[in-house]
């Protein structure tokens, strides 16, 4: 089993950056793909960004590509999302995920594990 929480969500003014970072609990982090979700009020859920066991491989969503980097440190069980050039419309509570079995562009189901979330809250 895999506990994750959180950290470095905040108030941030348009075009600033955020780093969030999610520890893990447990041996077994780096067998884990990890991907972070995000949810606005209103809205479901939806896929940010993820990354493989050994970080080779990494994914984003369309709208966050390019503003967005996703890295982990499989040595301190710490899974981060750099996050620059932020608008209004990221705005939303961030969960990082676990999952044994990485996809490009994995949805919510996919994950077995989820973090409590982190507010991120984007001004203009």
């Known amino acids: 089993q895999v506990q994750l929480v959180e950290s470095g969500g905040g108030l941030v003014q348009a075009g600033g950056s955020l780093r969030l970072s999610c520890a893990a609990s447990?041996?077994?982090?780096?067998?884990?793909?990890m991907g972070w979700f995000r949810q606005a009020p209103g809205k479901e859920r939806e896929f940010v960004a993820v990354i493989s066991t050994s970080g080779g491989r990494t994914s984003y969503a369309d709208s966050v590509k390019g503003r967005f980097t996703i890295s982990r440190d499989n040595a301190k069980n710490t899974v981060y999302l750099r996050m620059n050039s932020l608008k209004p419309e990221d705005t939303a509570v961030y969960y990082c995920?676990?999952?044994?079995?990485?996809?490009?562009?994995?949805?919510?189901?996919?994950?077995?594990?989820w973090g409590q979330g982190t507010q991120v809250t984007v001004s203009s």
């Open positions: 995920a676990a999952t044994r079995v990485y996809t490009d562009y994995p949805q919510s189901y996919e994950y077995n594990y």
């Open positions: 447990g041996r077994t982090f780096s067998s884990y793909a």
